[in-house]
């Protein structure tokens, strides 16, 4: 799959096969994230990567807009450095990079809460000059996920030349 494809067809996913993720498809994951760029070079990231079903249960309650992260074979928190103005945006770059480098595998996954995501951090033994920013869970998709099958706005209600009210045609 070419990265327009990815970009093009990626759909979140809630629902996941009891199936699990091989170990070098979370390795290249992992990889995708911390291959993305940063301001600077810092890489404000930490990913930290639970399989444990009890551990996956246990987030799925502490990250209330995810409840579907316990059905998942692996959910990766993403810590972000407290102290770096950039973090947010560089962890969220991550963030999609590991997302889209998922989907190429077949392996489904969707955004779940924001910062402050302090019960998850306290419970995953991150340290404090963190944040939690959020929770993917991964995992293969249960049923046919409509892939490009998108509602979203028309480019020219979005998109602008030169000057803000100047339509993209």
């Known amino acids: 799959m070419n990265v327009f494809d990815a970009v093009r067809s990626l759909l979140a996913v809630r629902d996941y096969q009891d199936r699990r993720v091989p170990d070098e498809t979370i390795r290249r994951i992992l990889e995708a994230g911390r291959l993305s760029a940063s301001s600077m070079n810092r890489q404000p990231w930490r990913f930290v990567v639970v399989q444990d079903r009890a551990a996956l249960r246990r987030l799925a309650e502490l990250a209330s807009s995810g409840p579907y992260i316990a059905g998942a074979s692996l959910a990766i928190a993403v810590a972000i450095e407290k102290d770096s103005k950039f973090a947010v945006s560089d962890a969220s770059r991550a963030v999609q990079s590991m997302m889209l480098t998922a989907w190429e595998e077949g392996v489904g996954s969707n955004w779940v809460g924001f910062v402050p995501m302090d019960g998850v951090r306290d419970y995953l033994?991150?340290?404090?000059?963190?944040?939690?920013?959020?929770?993917?869970?991964?995992?293969?998709?249960?049923?046919?996920?409509?892939?490009?099958?998108?509602?979203?706005?028309?480019?020219?209600?979005?998109?602008?030349?030169?000057?803000?009210?100047?339509?993209?045609?």
């Open 125 to 169: 033994d991150i340290p404090p000059e963190f944040d939690v920013l959020t929770v993917v869970p991964f995992g293969y998709p249960t049923g046919v996920t409509g892939r490009g099958k998108k509602k979203r706005k028309a480019l020219r209600e979005i998109a602008h030349r030169e000057r803000f009210g100047e339509p993209f045609d």
